[in-house]
Structures are given as structure tokens and as C-alpha cells.
């Protein structure tokens, strides 16, 4: 653990309310991913049981649909991403592709466990906190799928959600 993650999950909204100790103690459990360029967190459909938060870089969050892959956000430092299977268990919604060297926390399941296991009442403001940021995106998708439907062509002015997903290039040494 570093000053400098416990700084950005203090920053971070699903963090609210958490004090340094229980941050502290849930960084003890976590460990580091790091991925170059053009590679995959998560593949959509994967299992999954554990959500990232960015610390460096840029990741893609894309859809596929009919052998197409579908871009849907942007995620930037300080984002997290993967945060469903926390909540439902279920497989993963889409894919995580970084667009630039990423790093990035990954916090499990287990990793919440122990936060309840030593403050049920933390445990409870993060799983608030979490629902909140799902309602968040949620509301944000409500509002798109609303627009696209009244007015497909200016929603697509203000969104770029549903273009045909460019990969990154990936730098290879000369």
C-alpha cells in the first residue's frame, strides 16, 4: 500500500464515508494489475469477482454484439470498472481493453469479505456507495437510450457510446 492509492480511493465516490483505517486495511489485501497497451482486464462473459480502480492510464469498456465490438466508456484514473460482479456474481457485461500501459487495484470479493468480517458498518456504506455509482450509470444509460430513441441524431451528436470499437495500436520495440 502507498500514500499515494490510499489518496485516490479517499478521492473516489464509492469511498465516501470510509475512514483511513478500514482504506488502509482493505489495501493490505489488494494487489496491483498492470496491462500494456491494446490488453485485456476482462473479457466480456468472463466470470468475474472482483472490480478494478484505475491508478494510471486509460481502459476502453466495450460491448461486443454479432462478431463486432461496440465501444461504450472511456474509464480514467481514478474510475473503477467491474464493479456488477461484486454486486451479482454474474459474468462480466463487457470487456476491459487498456488504450494506454494501465494500472490498476483490484479489489475482490474476498478482499470485501475481510471488511466485513472487521467493520459491518463500513462494509455497509461501501455496498451503498457501490449501488450508488450502478444507479449513477444507470440513470446515464436511462437518459442515452431515452434520447436515441426520441432523437437518434442528436444523441449521436453527444454520445460516442455504440461506435464500432477501434482497438489501440500496440507498440512493438524496433
Known amino acids: 500500500m502507498t500514500a499515494t492509492q490510499l489518496q485516490l480511493l479517499q478521492a473516489m465516490p464509492i469511498f465516501g464515508g470510509i475512514n483511513e483505517d478500514v482504506l488502509s486495511y482493505l489495501l493490505r489485501f489488494t494487489h496491483v494489475v498492470a496491462q500494456p497497451s491494446g490488453a485485456y482486464f476482462f473479457r466480456e462473459n468472463d466470470p468475474g469477482d472482483s472490480m478494478f480502480v484505475l491508478e ?20 480514467g484514473i481514478g474510475d473503477c470498472f467491474g464493479i456488477l460482479t461484486l454486486l ?50 444507470l440513470r446515464g444509460s436511462d437518459t442515452q437510450l431515452f434520447r436515441t430513441l426520441v432523437d437518434p441524431v442528436d444523441a449521436g451528436r453527444h454520445w460516442m457510446a455504440g461506435d464500432l470499437y477501434d482497438f489501440p495500436a500496440i507498440e512493438t520495440p524496433t
Not at 56 to 75: A, N, P, Q, S, T
Open 56 to 75: 494510471r492510464g486509460e481502459v476502453d469498456i466495450v460491448k461486443g454484439w454479432k462478431d463486432r465490438m461496440y465501444f461504450l466508456r472511456k474509464i
Open 88 to 137: 451479482d456474481l454474474g459474468p462480466r457485461s463487457g470487456s476491459a481493453i487498456a488504450r494506454q500501459d494501465c494500472t490498476a487495484i483490484e479489489i475482490s470479493t474476498t478482499n470485501m469479505y475481510e471488511i466485513y468480517r472487521m467493520d459491518r458498518k463500513q462494509y455497509t456504506i461501501m455496498l451503498m456507495n457501490l449501488a450508488r455509482e450502478v444507479s449513477r450509470r
